[in-house]
């Protein structure tokens, strides 16, 4: 099993592009939420590990993943409202958001007790690293679970307008690079935190995965190697959802090869990088293809693979 700690909110996504007073769609959403359910989709076993209100929000947040198969019994429950995001999409698909998490029930997520031992993986990002005080309950569960040998997956997904003091965010990611196995980050992040990728795969991570936008996917292992593909051409309705599925598709692709150990990456040659990052491609696409948080299940990433 997979677990995925972080926030779970509601995109307000707009109906019309470049109308700032169209009506707003409700859309259930989260880096680490979108990631959980694409897991579940792409038929891996996933678990949810968050703090979720007791809201109509909430409940639609809870109800969602039950349907989509991902576990809920690391979910803490609360009675402050629902994180929101409201999206500004642009007219080439790509997204910016503003977001509304004073007093939301996410935040005050706190450490819970020893994961289930079936836990092969947790991945942790987004605002779940930034808002404290669950941030720092987060940060206790990702050393926690690295201490014990459990593979560490990282997904910053920097919302600069949440982080107050900048440099004091940077150092604080330094010091959780030695305890991940895999960090997967776009271009945009890296420029945000002032790293390249050979000084990212040399600070801990076993291998750290760029999302390059319609460039496509790069990875360097820690030995120095570096592997790319192109993204896959597709018509791009919006780009929500679209990292945190290259996310999901990454850590189903390395559990699909039991590649989810400590030292296990080092084993993985071009071939093998390849064919992992070609998967992740495809399914983002797939996502990119129709509007929301949308991420695919196995079948459409194998049909838009034969095409």
């Given at each position: 099993m997979i677990v995925v700690a972080g926030e779970a909110l509601i995109d307000l996504v707009p109906r019309v592009r470049g109308d700032a007073l169209t009506p707003l769609r409700p859309v259930r959403?989260?880096?680490?939420?979108?990631?959980?359910?694409?897991?579940?989709?792409?038929?891996?076993?996933?678990?949810?590990?968050?703090?979720?209100?007791?809201?109509?929000?909430?409940?639609?947040?809870?109800?969602?993943?039950?349907?989509?198969?991902v576990g809920t019994g690391l979910v803490q429950r609360g009675p402050e409202p629902t994180t929101l995001a409201v999206a500004a999409v642009g007219a080439d698909g790509s997204a910016s958001y503003a977001f509304y998490t004073g007093g939301t029930a996410d935040r005050l997520f706190t450490l819970p007790p020893a994961l289930p031992e079936r836990t092969r993986a947790v991945s942790f990002g987004t605002c779940s690293l930034v808002l404290e005080p669950g941030?720092?309950?987060?940060?206790e569960l990702m050393r926690r679970e690295a201490g014990r040998g459990v593979f560490v997956a990282l997904d910053p997904n920097i919302r600069a307008e949440l982080i107050p003091d900048a440099d004091a965010y940077r150092a604080r990611f330094r010091t959780w690079l030695p305890h991940v196995s895999l960090l997967k980050l776009s271009e945009e992040d890296?420029?945000?935190?002032?790293?390249?990728?050979?000084?990212?795969?040399?600070?801990?991570?076993?291998?750290?995965?760029?999302?390059?936008?319609?460039?496509?996917?790069?990875?360097?292992?820690?030995?120095g190697a570096e592997y790319a593909v192109d993204a896959e051409?597709?018509?791009?309705?919006?780009?929500?959802?679209?990292?945190?599925?290259?996310?999901?598709?990454?850590?189903?692709?390395?559990?699909?090869?039991?590649?989810l150990r400590p030292g296990a990456l080092a084993g993985l040659d071009a071939d093998g990088w390849t064919r992992i990052l070609t998967f992740a491609s495809r399914a983002a696409a797939v996502t990119c293809s129709r509007a929301g948080a949308e991420p695919p299940y196995a079948w459409e990433v194998a049909e838009f693979a034969s095409r």
């Open positions: 959403g989260g880096g680490p939420y979108n990631t959980a359910v694409a897991l579940a989709r792409l038929g891996g076993a996933a678990a949810f590990c968050s703090r979720v209100s007791t809201d109509a929000f909430g409940a639609s947040l809870l109800e969602r993943l039950t349907e989509e198969g941030a720092g309950a987060y940060e890296a420029g945000w935190l002032g790293l390249g990728l050979p000084e990212l795969a040399s600070a801990g991570p076993a291998a750290v995965v760029l999302t390059r936008g319609g460039a496509g996917l790069t990875v360097r292992t820690r030995d051409k597709v018509e791009v309705a919006d780009t929500i959802g679209a990292g945190d599925t290259v996310n999901a598709a990454l850590l189903h692709a390395l559990a699909d090869r039991d590649l």
